[in-house]
């Protein structure tokens, strides 16, 4: 893009001219209302692409991948870990899909998954309980959802620890990608770990785990392809379900008067954790790429242009979701938040998730009594691609 043509499109985007990383990372509540109420898609030369808040025009993007499509060289998740379910589309996005699908439907989730996903949960909590304080991200949220992925993916065998220092490395570096770095030798470590311990579970029956099942004749994936898309189910499933379960409790606890009504009627439960994926997605923006010159909403976009999908913005859009920044947990249509996308790329794991989150935050409400943020640590969702409190300290009564 030329000079001339750059200032055109900035002065035409006011807004999105001269928004910046940071705002986007610490609050970017109040700048993506203005947007999605002047600019719904807009030019943002921080981002180096355009920005997508308002609800409709997000789905419209998100349902038509022959025209916004992730399979892209410059999608960050790609960078990091190569070609992946995540990062193509059409025929090959089924192909990577296909053979993990099945087992993350709702009906098989809660078959193989409700017994660990209580058992853990109960253990976690046991381990915290005596001591009347925790930080609950890296001692329940986190390794939860590390150990629930790790069964999934046949690596039960290596310790939690580790799996959460690759899925810090990972995320970490799939995050500095988007921001315009290099892949950090982190990163590149981390992926490396996780494929040498991933390469000797494909050998294994394929019924054992996901992973062996996609290896074997039935799933129809090589084992680079097998890893890659086991690398994106594996910070996946970490990242956006510890950072749903994380912002599921910071919402209640934030809101004593939400949190009662929880306490008086534990059927309002599963839409609170709904309403909370509304509010604060844990995975606030998704990147697509224009596949030719299109229209969307009053913007003209450009071939390849970088199409950014603020699912933070499309969730709190008024038209759909009236007094949209408030936390209301008997609000009628939280369920229809867009939090873990929509198209062929819906989330694959979403059920697997909210029986996580679900669990968690019943249990830790019945099990620690007086539960509330410890005003000594103040905390709030923080991130430019995947929010969530940096730590969620707690307090209880023992």
């Given at each position: ?19 910046s990383?940071?705002?986007l ?10 947007l999605?109420e ?5 030019w ?6 355009w ?6 025009l997000?789905?419209q993007a ?14 960050s998740?790609?960078?990091v ?7 193509l ?19 098989a989730?809660q ?5 660990l ?13 005596p ?7 890296r ?9 629930v992925?790790?069964?999934?993916l046949?690596l ?14 990972i995320?970490?570096?799939?995050t ?7 892949v ?5 470590e ?9 390469e000797?579970?494909l050998?294994?029956?394929p ?11 039935a ?43 929880v306490?008086a ?12 994926l ?6 606030a ?11 969307l909403?009053d ?16 969730n709190?859009?008024?038209?759909f ?5 408030r936390?209301?947990v008997?609000r009628?249509n939280?369920?229809?938040q867009?939090a873990f ?20 935050v019943?249990r830790l409400l ?10 000594a ?11 969530k ?5 707690v307090?209880?009564?023992?």
């Open positions: 893009m030329g000079e001339a043509a750059r200032r055109k499109r900035q002065s035409a985007f006011p807004i999105g001219a001269v928004a990383l940071e705002e990372e610490l609050d970017p509540h109040p700048l993506l209302s203005r999605r002047r600019e719904p898609v807009s943002l030369p921080a981002l180096g692409g920005l997508v808040t308002r609800r409709d997000a789905l998100m349902r038509d991948p022959a025209t916004f499509t992730v399979d892209d060289p410059r999608f998740t790609r960078q870990v190569g070609p992946s379910m995540l990062t589309d059409g025929d090959e996005h089924g192909r990577h899909r296909d053979p993990f699908a099945r087992p993350f439907r709702l009906d989730v078959e193989r998954f409700t017994a996903v209580g058992e853990e949960t109960e253990r976690l909590i046991a381990a915290i309980e001591d009347g304080r925790a930080e609950l991200r001692s329940l949220a986190g390794p939860l959802a590390a150990t992925t790790a069964h999934a046949g039960e065998r290596t310790d939690t620890s580790t799996i959460l220092a690759w899925y810090d490395a995320v970490d570096a799939v500095g990608v988007a921001a315009g770095d290099q950090t030798p982190a990163g590149r981390a992926f490396a770990s996780l494929r040498s311990c991933v000797p579970v050998d294994r029956d019924g054992s785990s996901l992973a062996a099942a996609a290896a074997g004749a799933g129809g994936l090589t084992r680079a392809e097998v890893v890659s898309n086991v690398a994106v189910l594996m910070f996946g499933g970490i990242e956006t379900t510890e950072g749903m379960i994380a912002n599921a409790i910071f919402h209640l606890l934030a809101h004593p008067e939400q949190r009662a009504l306490d009627d534990r059927g309002l439960l599963q839409n609170a954790v709904e309403e909370s509304r509010l604060e997605p844990a995975a923006v998704i990147d697509r790429y224009a596949t030719s010159g299109v229209r909403g913007a003209r976009i450009g071939e390849r242009e970088l199409v950014a999908i603020s699912i933070a913005g499309a709190r859009d008024p038209d979701f009236p007094d949209p920044e936390f209301d008997r009628e939280a369920r229809h867009i996308a929509s198209g062929p790329h819906v989330c694959i794991g979403m059920h697997l998730a909210r029986l996580e989150a679900h669990t968690v019943g019945d099990r620690l009594p007086g539960l509330r943020l410890d005003p640590h103040p905390t709030a969702p923080r991130g430019l691609i995947f929010r409190p940096s730590a969620l300290h307090i209880w009564a023992r």
